[in-house]
């Protein structure tokens, strides 16, 4: 005998009695989601836009550190930072985020070709080159200020032995040189991550394209521009604007190392807007040069968003 399907039970609207436990479990899951969410709402509500928003909104107060209450000045102080020395430390800005993306990129690219080849213990050194990368920035801060010391630094001691200089100079505290020891500072302790993040692309090149293009008679300069590069031109690109990015809002380490100085020549916004704070007092002035930092950063991380999607759209 044949079993008979029963016909599904319908209400007076046409739908079947299942419905309503789907639709209650749908809803159970829903609410379940929510209270995933809810902590991370109510912690970037409480701790990022909050504080953000009350820092912003002081660009247009007169506000002070040392003294309670505050007036409404419109755009006064944002006109006064525009015209306080705003691309002066914009363009110091600009310095020293492109030699700090462009230096360390190109050391990482060169360290990862060569820990790509096949090298006797790259493992280890694979490991070791990881080192710095896993330093907090104030301990590579004080280890660089030693490197650079007037007095006892192990620079100008390489250096008088290899009688290149014929007396210690103090690297920090020249106005010629100051910025140049932060990039390198700086691009020491970033190269790693550069490195990982190319060598992992490195590896996803076909060894055959490199085999094909060799017995064409290309050679390793011709073979890296038309085999390897075009494999790993996608994963350079959000480096370098990620790199930049972080760059550009860096400061700790010019903090440490330099404050600023000398004669302001590495003062930044992200230092000026500490100073502004936290030694002027001026909460309004600071305030002011976050908006137009964070402005200037918007730009940046909309060309970033917009080279990802294009990347994954190819």
Not at 93 to 118: D, Q, S
Not at 228 to 256: C, K, M, R
Not at 292 to 309: A, G, H, K, P, Q
Request: aromatic share 12%.
């Amino acid at each position: 005998m044949t079993n008979k399907v029963r016909p599904q039970r319908r209400d007076a609207s046409g739908s079947t009695a299942h419905e309503p436990q789907r639709s209650a479990r749908r809803i159970s899951d829903l609410r379940f989601a929510w209270l995933l969410i809810l902590p991370g709402v109510a912690m970037l509500l409480a701790v990022v836009l909050y504080p953000l928003v009350r820092s912003l909104s002081s660009a247009f107060f007169s506000e002070s550190l040392l003294y309670p209450g505050r007036e409404f000045v419109g755009l006064a102080n944002i006109q006064a930072a525009l015209g306080d020395d705003f691309l002066r430390l914009l363009w110091q800005t600009g310095i020293f985020t492109v030699g700090a993306t462009v230096l360390p990129f190109v050391v990482g690219l060169g360290v990862a070709l060569a820990l790509n080849a096949r090298l006797p213990g790259r493992s280890i050194l694979r490991g070791a080159f990881l080192f710095p990368w896993l330093l907090p920035a104030v301990v590579v801060s004080f280890l660089w200020m030693w490197i650079f010391d007037a007095s006892y630094g192990a620079l100008n001691g390489l250096l008088e032995q290899l009688s290149l200089i014929d007396e210690p100079r103090a690297w920090l505290f020249d106005t010629a040189t100051a910025r140049g020891a932060l990039i390198v500072a700086k691009s020491w302790n970033a190269f790693p991550w550069i490195m990982v993040m190319l060598l992992a692309a490195l590896q996803t090149v076909p060894e055959d394209l490199h085999e094909a293009a060799s017995l064409d008679g290309a050679g390793k300069v011709r073979r890296f521009w038309t085999v390897t590069w075009p494999h790993i031109s996608g994963v350079a690109g959000i480096i370098i604007l990620l790199e930049f990015i972080w760059n550009f809002q860096h400061f700790d380490l010019i903090f440490v190392m330099t404050g600023g100085g000398p004669a302001q020549t590495t003062q930044t916004l992200a230092t000026a807007l500490y100073d502004s704070a936290f030694r002027s007092y001026d909460l309004g002035q600071a305030g002011a040069i976050g908006i137009l930092w964070m402005l200037v950063l918007l730009v940046l991380v909309v060309f970033y968003i917009r080279f990802s999607e294009r990347k994954e759209a190819n």
